[in-house]
């Protein structure tokens, strides 16, 4: 073979290997494994176009919060890691809170100032006969003062002491009927702790559902739950004692959990006779989250009801009916105490102690970590998210999950939970949108509101009577939203029992699709009126315009992939793909649609052809399974993000990938026709090369 036969055989092969390289890049990008989710500001991603994958390859998956762990779903009883514990108030009114988060109590004096007075910070279980606030505590559920003012602290398996001294021990750490640390004695996981005026100490041991009684010469007796010596103290726990307070009487009223939902404050009378103060099986009756209780000195009875967003009080016997009930709306009530003036404090779900005088509601103390101390997203256990959107202005994430409670991601990869009910309007977040300038919306479940910034939430819509009609004001209206979507426009959309519904500029609605079943569509709202439609019940996603126009753009209306063979209809025509189950979707500004599945995410482009540019997979660096995905949505700057169990991710630009399986076949094909060409003119050249030597 001759030197230019070699060089133009060389040159051949090269463009062979630069063709196959371009195929395998035009894939989709594997997920990148062990990404903690931090952001990155790229020079050129600035404001709105910020990105937390500025700078990766397009189809790189990042998770940008949880860690696999998910919550329980059942908020009541595991609290969320931005609550407070139990306190209690001292002899000089001082109120002390145990800070499960934080590793320590604090003692918040009448004119605010808070003193950490026992814990270093650091979890862990050190310190007893030294000073408490070297010592270490991990993740203290309450507190309880003496009439002396000792503290018992319910920390990790055991109750810790601290004496006016200062000097820390453990008081209980395993309990017997006859006292305390014998051979028979079990171990004790405390919930909460609690001090009658003789100077006997309650422990609700969550691990024996017993409530434990311990004297003041330290001798243990259990006086409700497993291991009572009476039939009845004995049966009056159904599951789980929560929270304690003893009046003056010698009355014992606690928080029993019922697995089924039927929560009851029970009272344990001094004589030891059971009964049910407030909470039955009767739908109207029931308690939602019962989390604290409280005495005041004139008897009545204080209930924190977290799910109900309340605070219940009950007239003591004989001067009021029980029955007669009066309620103080705060958010997410955690807490219940009552102070020497008969006012009360009221720890809630946002970390802020708030006092209730006369009606008045008031922030005593706020104990929300600052941006620094922010839990990392990484961290964070997220749980199923079921609805986010992205600020345009700024690039941050806000999302929802099944505690209900709103939360942002900011740029340096914290959660923050937005304290977004005034005490007087509380209520639960379904879904939450982002208006064109940064304002929040959110969709409670009877109504949608505005959060504008440093003020109370506004009504956008909801809380009426009226049916839902087109022309209806918005405000007049019955709603029971159960997803709400921002279009790029900044037309609201609301996805309600009675179907997809559009807030127009003047305050009324108009129907856009009616809808027999709840929760069937899922929204993704695009410019002039047009809003695309998942349907979950019928496989498949309609574009309905401005006058409900409708024409199908994806989903052949099959169930299931296995009716075509495992095909999922790539690089074919949208309409006669399958698009089982469609869970969410979200339309990008230059059209393209990303629809959520079972098994994967799907992209429809503009000229109407279907890909797939996710599949679910286990991910094999941490060995977690995240699942379906459940959120989609698309940032201003082309990001996707999405969420699945545990976790939410965000894919980079997936608008630029190309996933067609022929797409790597082709180009193959191709190199390989490239170089069995150059390969035969190599030949022929050498061959004419030959016979003209030859002559």
């Known amino acids: 073979m001759s030197t230019k036969a070699r060089r133009l055989l060389l040159t051949i092969l090269v463009a062979a290997v630069v063709l196959a390289n371009t195929a395998t890049s035009a894939a989709a990008h594997p997920e990148t494994p062990g990404l903690s989710g931090h952001y990155r500001i790229g020079d050129d991603h600035q404001g709105s176009s910020w990105s937390p994958v500025a700078h990766a390859d397009a189809g790189t998956v990042r998770t940008v919060a949880g860690n696999g762990t998910v919550r329980s779903t059942d908020s009541s009883w595991n609290s969320p890691a931005d609550a407070v514990g139990l306190g209690d108030v001292g002899p000089d009114g001082s109120y002390y809170v145990a800070e499960p988060q934080r590793h320590v109590v604090s003692k918040i004096s009448p004119d605010g100032t808070r003193t950490v007075v026992a814990g270093t910070g650091e979890a862990g279980s050190s310190g007893d006969g030294g000073p408490a606030r070297a010592a270490r505590l991990d993740g203290p559920k309450a507190v309880a003062v003496g009439h002396d003012g000792t503290l018992y602290i319910a920390d990790d398996r055991r109750v810790r002491r601290v004496g006016p001294d200062g000097i820390i021990s453990t008081y209980v750490g395993s309990v017997a009927e006859n006292g305390i640390g014998s051979s028979r004695a079990s171990d004790i996981t405390p919930l909460d702790v609690a001090v009658d005026r003789r100077g006997s100490l309650y422990i609700a041991d969550a691990s024996g559902n017993r409530i434990i009684k311990v004297a003041p010469d330290r001798r243990a007796t259990i006086v409700a739950g497993e291991g009572a010596s009476d039939s009845e103290p004995a049966d009056v726990i159904s599951s789980e004692p929560r929270a304690l307070a003893v009046a003056d009487d010698g009355s014992l009223y606690f928080v029993d959990r019922d697995a089924r939902g039927f929560h009851a404050?029970?009272?344990?009378?001094?004589?030891?006779?059971?009964?049910?103060?407030?909470?039955?099986?009767?739908?109207?009756?029931?308690?939602?989250?019962?989390?604290?209780?409280?005495?005041?000195?004139?008897?009545?009875?204080?209930?924190?009801?977290?799910?109900?967003?309340?605070?219940?009080?009950?007239?003591?016997?004989?001067?009021?009916?029980?029955?007669?009930?009066?309620?103080?709306?705060?958010?997410?009530?955690?807490?219940?105490?009552?102070?020497?003036?008969?006012?009360?404090?009221?720890?809630?779900?946002?970390?802020?102690?708030?006092?209730?005088?006369?009606?008045?509601?008031?922030?005593?103390?706020?104990?929300?970590?600052?941006?620094?101390?922010?839990?990392?997203?990484?961290?964070?256990?997220?749980?199923?998210?079921?609805?986010?959107?992205?600020?345009?202005?700024?690039?941050?994430?806000?999302f929802v999950d099944l505690d209900s409670k709103l939360r942002r991601i900011d740029r340096a990869g914290r959660v923050h939970t937005v304290d977004l009910a005034p005490p007087e309007a509380p209520f639960s977040v379904q879904a939450v949108a982002v208006g064109l300038d940064g304002t929040p919306y959110v969709a409670s479940t009877d109504a949608v509101w505005k959060l504008p910034k440093n003020s109370t939430p506004v009504l956008v819509a909801g809380r009426g009577a009226a049916p839902v009609t087109t022309g209806k004001l918005a405000r007049a209206v019955s709603l029971r939203p159960y997803a709400i979507e921002m279009s790029p426009d900044g037309t609201l959309y609301i996805a309600d029992a009675a179907g997809v519904l559009r807030v127009e500029e003047d305050g009324r609605l108009t129907v856009a699709l009616k809808q027999a079943n709840a929760q069937r569509y899922r929204i993704a709202p695009a410019r002039d009126g047009v809003v695309y439609v998942a349907d979950t019940d019928r496989h498949r996603v309609d574009r309905y315009d401005r006058y409900g126009k409708r024409t199908h753009v994806a989903g052949n209306g099959a169930d299931s992939y296995a009716y075509h063979g495992g095909d999922r209809g790539d690089g074919n025509a949208a309409t006669k793909a399958p698009l089982p189950d469609p869970g969410d979707i979200t339309v990008a500004e230059d059209g393209t649609l990303y629809v959520s599945t079972a098994e994967d995410i799907r992209r429809v482009d503009p000229d109407g052809t279907i890909d797939t540019v996710f599949v679910n997979v286990d991910d094999e660096s941490t060995n977690a399974t995240f699942g379906p995905v459940v959120m989609l949505e698309m940032s201003g700057n082309g990001d996707l993000y999405f969420g699945q169990l545990g976790r939410i991710a965000v894919m980079a630009r997936p608008g630029e990938i190309s996933t067609a399986s022929w797409y790597p076949l082709a180009w193959a094909v191709g190199a390989g026709l490239l170089v069995a060409c150059g390969l035969l003119l190599v030949r022929r050249r050498s061959a004419a090369a030959t016979r003209t030597s030859g002559d």
Do not use: C, W
């Open 265 to 398: 404050v029970r009272r344990l009378g001094p004589q030891g006779r059971a009964s049910v103060v407030t909470g039955t099986d009767a739908r109207s009756a029931r308690l939602s989250a019962p989390t604290d209780v409280a005495v005041a000195p004139d008897g009545t009875l204080y209930v924190a009801d977290a799910g109900n967003h309340r605070v219940q009080a009950i007239g003591s016997p004989g001067r009021n009916s029980i029955a007669a009930t009066l309620s103080v709306a705060v958010r997410g009530p955690g807490s219940v105490d009552v102070r020497p003036d008969g006012s009360l404090l009221v720890g809630t779900s946002d970390r802020v102690i708030r006092s209730v005088e006369g009606g008045k509601i008031t922030t005593f103390a706020d104990l929300s970590p600052d941006d620094a101390a922010a839990p990392r997203a990484a961290d964070f256990a997220v749980g199923l998210v079921t609805s986010a959107d992205v600020d345009p202005m700024t690039g941050e994430l806000y």
